[in-house]
């Protein structure tokens, strides 16, 4: 599969490499432009490609958005429509600012601004360090760590739970994107490194 990631900070290079590992066509971006990537991708190696964020969205069969919540406005929307796209971003508002998002969850309101893109929220309770070291392709499902997902379509979901497993982890269905509430940080689930079932029974107690 050909995925685009936008934003090259320490989950999207984390991505990069193990999306790249398992066997996929990768392409990264930052809001420097690729000239400022292309060692990053030669470091990782396996094809990896650097693009402007225009041309990773349109690249990708699929899209990550690994770029601060405070910069949602400038995602290459209309790159992103039909597309799933992966919402790992996480809304700080001491580095983001205010930003009112009319009761919505943090996913819900990606969902709205990029209209017509299918939107997942997922590798958002997790750490980079943990992403690059424990996932195990060679564990059961049942004993890898888990990492919650949410989205208003079924179809898109069941993708991006490949995907996961593919890389080493379980992932846990969390509902839809409202229920991703219950994956940001100060939830019981954020940073737990926890397996599928433990993380099942922390998400239905929400």
Same mark, same amino acid.
């Given at each position: ?36 990537l ?9 094809? =990896? @490609?650097a693009?402007?964020?225009e041309? !990773? %969205?349109?690249?990708?069969? /699929?899209?990550?958005?690994?770029? +601060?919540? #405070?910069?949602?406005a ?45 939107? =997942? @929220? ?5 750490? !980079? %360090?943990?992403l690059?070291? /424990?996932?195990?392709?060679?564990? +059961?499902? #049942? ?24 890389i ?5 269905d ?8 219950n ?10 490194e926890?397996?599928?079932?433990q ?8």
């Amino acid at each position: 599969m050909k995925i685009g990631i936008l934003g090259a900070g320490h989950i999207g290079k984390a991505l990069a490499r193990l999306l790249a590992e398992a066997g996929h066509d990768v392409g990264i971006s930052n809001s420097r432009g690729p000239d400022t990537l292309r060692e990053l991708a030669e470091q990782i190696g396996h094809g =990896v @490609k650097a693009y402007t964020n225009e041309d !990773a %969205a349109r690249f990708g069969e /699929l899209v990550i958005e690994t770029v +601060p919540f #405070g910069h949602y406005a400038d995602l290459p929307a209309v790159q992103m429509e039909g597309k799933i796209v992966i919402d790992t971003a996480n809304y700080y508002p001491e580095r983001d600012g205010q930003i009112d998002l009319g009761g919505l969850s943090e996913s819900a309101f990606m969902a709205r601004h990029l209209s017509g893109a299918r939107v =997942v @929220k997922a590798f958002n309770a997790i750490q !980079a %360090a943990h992403l690059e070291t /424990l996932g195990d392709t060679n564990k +059961p499902l #049942g004993e890898r760590r888990a990492i919650p997902i949410a989205s208003d379509d079924a179809e898109a979901k069941a993708l991006v739970s490949t995907l996961i497993e593919e890389i080493g982890f379980a992932a846990v269905d969390n509902g839809n994107l409202e229920r991703s509430k219950n994956q940001q940080p100060g939830t019981p689930i954020y940073g737990a490194e926890v397996n599928a079932q433990q993380a099942q029974g922390i998400l239905e107690k929400q």
